[in-house]
């Protein structure tokens, strides 16, 4: 069982807008920045969001993070089928004095 | 360009012994703060450990499933991050990837992963 929770899946229409959510607490998500990592089927993962809402340099604006109290978000918007995907959120938690990650969301793009 | 290259998996027997290597280039590796995790055949992923940089004490984080066990260091000379697994367990069979922490959080880049298999 993940420290933080993420829904097992979620699914929208191609163009449509999705959101991925991921539940903490106050030793993680509360305390720390949270990142956001998407893993193509077969392939690594690769950083999405980090510092609740940064892009790396090369990630299109269609991704986007926010965070509020002990819970963060990713949205993707004008959703392709190569966004097709597993999407993992992370974070530092104080208590465990450890990396932590979600579960991970399966995106289907219907 | 920030890269890093996983090497040494391989298949080893319960209770044995393994060293992973990764090799870094494109950044200041001296002054990183390196990451293991990994991800087990079908499953999500899990921090494994870390190590600071020399300049911020070069002390390690583990996860609680390998304390004791793994051990991280790092040859800032060779641009090497190394991850010693000892009494390697049938749960401890993964992929397992290293990465660097950017900043925030932020763990980048990923390597393509050396799979390690426990089995008898």
């Known amino acids: 069982q993940s420290v933080l929770t993420q829904p097992p899946s979620v699914s929208a229409a191609p163009g449509q807008k999705v959101t991925i959510s991921c539940s903490g607490s106050?030793?993680?998500?509360?305390?720390?920045?949270v990142s956001w990592y998407q893993q193509l089927p077969g392939t690594a993962p690769k950083l999405l969001i980090y510092?609740?809402?940064e892009r790396p340099s090369g990630i299109p604006d269609r991704f986007s993070g926010s965070k509020s109290g002990t819970s963060a978000t990713l949205g993707i918007t004008g959703l392709q089928t190569g966004d097709e995907a597993d999407y993992y959120c992370?974070?530092?938690?104080?208590?465990?004095?450890?990396?932590?990650f979600g579960g991970g969301t399966k995106l289907t793009v219907l | 360009e920030m890269q890093v290259v996983e090497s040494g998996g391989g298949l080893v027997k319960p209770g044995g012994s393994l060293r992973l290597s990764c090799a870094a280039s494109?950044?200041?590796?001296?002054?990183?703060?390196m990451s293991w995790v990994r991800q087990a055949p079908g499953k999500g992923l899990e921090w494994v450990g870390r190590?600071?940089?020399?300049?911020?004490?070069?002390?390690?984080d583990d996860a609680a499933p390998v304390k004791g066990r793994f051990t991280i260091s790092r040859d800032d000379s060779k641009n090497m991050l190394y991850l010693q697994m000892n009494s390697l367990k049938t749960e401890d069979t993964a992929v397992y990837y290293c990465?660097?922490?950017?900043?925030?959080?932020?763990?980048?880049?990923w390597g393509q992963g050396t799979l390690v298999t426990v089995s008898s």
């Open positions: 190590i600071k940089s020399k300049i911020d004490g070069e002390t390690t």
């Open positions: 494109g950044f200041s590796f001296s002054n990183a703060w």
């Open positions: 992370g974070t530092w938690d104080i208590s465990l004095s450890a990396g932590v």
């Open positions: 990465t660097t922490d950017i900043g925030r959080w932020g763990l980048n880049p």
């Open positions: 510092g609740n809402n």
């Open positions: 106050s030793s993680n998500i509360g305390s720390n920045y």
